[in-house]
Every structure is written in structure tokens, then in C-alpha cells.
């Protein structure tokens, strides 16, 4: 059994909690937050304990961490504490839902959050550090460099490269052999079917409302 920290308090913090104490596999000892951040001194009835100390108390040599924090400031935040971790000795774990399906040979790095019913094809490789929320497809021969999240019900075709710290919102559908640049934000709903560049925002069309009013409907 593997014995994880998790960084964090918040809504992912606790989902990934719920998950891990879920399996045979994990034991999660404890959270911990910056100082500045530590409002609480437990959680689920398990220490908060300060990032800064952290290894006083859980040596790196006998603990894991798991860093599932979102999209903030596009994943620096993450990337940072991920890289801060390392520094300070820590090996980081993944998680895969046991409801997502994943190839046999698909390669996944560290620090990774893959909720339930991910598709992940043959050959696609997931760099470290990124989180793929509930229900989306990767095709087959895709790379997501690090430090990505994937919101939900998202579509990767086939032979993609999605740059680093790049975001993609829910309903977002990327044509086959399409390279995203890094810090890219793929909104909500977004048709991408050329290669974009770097930094780039893609903001999809939002429906606009009828001149008519509910109450003028018949049949509903």
C-alpha cells in the first residue's frame, strides 16, 4: 500500500481523497497547503500539515504525494508545486479511475488525475502533470505535454499533440493530426481544425437567446 499526501484542501483535493481511500492501493496519511493557505488544522479527520514543513513529518523516502490542483493561472500553479515537490525529494503518484479505459500500451507520467470514463486509445502518451476530467476521447497516437487539463466530454482525434499548460473546455472537438501550441485556452465548445500557435484563445460562439419567451411555447 502506498502512502500518499495529498497538496491541497479544496473541491479537486477532496474528489481525489474520495477516490484514492476508494482503493486497496492507497493509504492517504495526510494534506498539506502552504502556510499562508492553512485555514484548518485537519481534513477528513487527517492532518493539514505545511508544505514547508512537510518532510519533518513524512520523510520522502516512505511517502508519495499527489498534487491535483486545476487550471489556475494555466497550470503554472500545478507545474510549480509539482517542480517544488521533486526539489524537496518527493515521488509523485498517478491516478487512474478503474471506470476509465486505457490501452495497454498508453504512457502516462507523473502526477497525473484521470477521472472515470476517459477513452484513451492505443499509442497516445500523457506527459507529467496533467488532469483529464470525466468522459472525454483521446485518440490513438495523441501527446499531451505536461501540465494540460482536459475538462469533460472533450474530443482528440487521432495523431494530435497538445502543447504544454494548455487548457481545453467541455464539448471542445480538435480534428486528427492537429498541433496545439503551448499555453493555448480551447473554450468551451470550440471546432479547432488547423494547427494553432502558441498563447493562442479560442473562445467558441455561444448560443444566443430566441426573441420568443418560454411561455410562448406550446407542447413543453
Same mark, same amino acid.
Given at each position: 500500500?502506498?502512502?500518499?499526501?495529498i497538496?491541497g !484542501?479544496?473541491?479537486?483535493?477532496?474528489?481525489?481523497?474520495?477516490?484514492?481511500?476508494?482503493?486497496?492501493?492507497?493509504?492517504?496519511?495526510?494534506? !498539506?497547503?502552504?502556510?499562508?493557505?492553512?485555514?484548518?488544522? !485537519?481534513?477528513?479527520n487527517?492532518?493539514? $500539515?505545511?508544505?514547508?514543513?512537510?518532510?519533518?513529518?513524512?520523510?520522502?523516502?516512505?511517502?508519495?504525494?499527489?498534487?491535483?490542483?486545476?487550471?489556475?493561472?494555466?497550470?503554472?500553479?500545478?507545474?510549480?508545486?509539482?517542480?517544488?515537490?521533486?526539489?524537496?525529494?518527493?515521488?509523485?503518484?498517478?491516478?487512474?479511475?478503474?471506470?476509465?479505459t486505457?490501452?495497454? +500500451? $498508453?504512457?502516462?507520467?507523473? +502526477?497525473?488525475?484521470?477521472?472515470?470514463?476517459?477513452?484513451?486509445?492505443?499509442f $497516445? !502518451?500523457?506527459?507529467d502533470?496533467?488532469?483529464?476530467?470525466?468522459?472525454?476521447?483521446?485518440?490513438?497516437?495523441?501527446?499531451?505535454?505536461?501540465?494540460?487539463?482536459?475538462?469533460?466530454?472533450?474530443?482528440?482525434?487521432?495523431?494530435?499533440?497538445?502543447?504544454?499548460?494548455?487548457?481545453?473546455?467541455? +464539448?471542445?472537438?480538435?480534428?486528427?493530426?492537429?498541433?496545439?501550441?503551448?499555453? +493555448?485556452?480551447?473554450?468551451?465548445?470550440?471546432?479547432?481544425?488547423?494547427?494553432?500557435?502558441?498563447?493562442? $484563445?479560442?473562445?467558441?460562439?455561444?448560443?444566443?437567446?430566441?426573441?420568443?419567451?418560454?411561455?410562448?411555447?406550446?407542447?413543453?
Amino acid at each position: 500500500m502506498e502512502k500518499v499526501i495529498i497538496f491541497g !484542501t479544496g473541491d479537486i483535493a477532496q474528489i481525489a481523497y474520495l477516490y484514492l481511500s476508494e482503493e486497496k492501493k492507497y493509504e492517504v496519511v495526510s494534506f !498539506t497547503v502552504d502556510k499562508n493557505y492553512l485555514k484548518n488544522e !485537519t481534513l477528513f479527520n487527517l492532518p493539514v $500539515v505545511p508544505f514547508e514543513d512537510i518532510q519533518e513529518k513524512y520523510s520522502p523516502d516512505e511517502y508519495k504525494m499527489f498534487i491535483p490542483l486545476g487550471y489556475s493561472r494555466l497550470n503554472k500553479l500545478r507545474e510549480q508545486k509539482f517542480k517544488e515537490a521533486k526539489e524537496k525529494g518527493y515521488n509523485l503518484i498517478s491516478y487512474i479511475h478503474p471506470k476509465a479505459t486505457v490501452a495497454s +500500451n $498508453v504512457k502516462i507520467g507523473e +502526477n497525473c488525475f484521470i477521472f472515470e470514463d476517459n477513452t484513451i486509445q492505443p499509442f $497516445v !502518451t500523457i506527459e507529467d502533470n496533467c488532469i483529464l476530467w470525466s468522459g472525454n476521447h483521446i485518440g490513438h497516437h495523441s501527446i499531451i505535454k505536461a501540465n494540460c487539463f482536459i475538462s469533460s466530454h472533450v474530443v482528440i482525434s487521432g495523431g494530435c499533440e497538445i502543447g504544454e499548460n494548455t487548457f481545453i473546455g467541455v +464539448n471542445a472537438t480538435i480534428r486528427d493530426h492537429i498541433k496545439i501550441g503551448k499555453f +493555448n485556452v480551447i473554450g468551451a465548445g470550440s471546432l479547432i481544425l488547423t494547427n494553432t500557435k502558441d498563447n493562442s $484563445v479560442y473562445i467558441g460562439e455561444a448560443t444566443k437567446p430566441a426573441k420568443i419567451t418560454s411561455n410562448m411555447l406550446k407542447g413543453i
